[in-house]
């Protein structure tokens, strides 16, 4: 999608120059952002929640017991 918007952009700076009617690259800069503002909105939503289900399997489960060489708290996972 950047390759796109890159595109775009440069040919509406081309056609601004020549006087060309800019309205169609204009249409397509935003159309570009539109459609990667989904796909990165999706990408961020499904990367939070692999990262809450793999948190949700391992799970918190620790114990603090004492040490069995000398005085101290051992945490034990």
Do not use: C
């Not at 595109?7 to 459609?35: N, R």
Request: no cysteine.
């Amino acid at each position: 999608m950047a390759a796109v918007g890159t595109g775009v952009g440069i040919y509406l700076w081309v056609s601004a120059e020549e006087g060309d009617s800019t309205t169609g690259p204009i249409i397509g800069t935003f159309g570009g952002l539109v459609v990667s503002k989904i796909f990165n909105s999706r990408a961020l939503k499904n990367q939070r929640e692999a990262v809450l289900k793999y948190n949700s399997k391992v799970g918190t489960s620790f114990r603090v017991t004492p040490s069995e060489s000398g005085i101290s708290l051992a945490i034990h996972f």
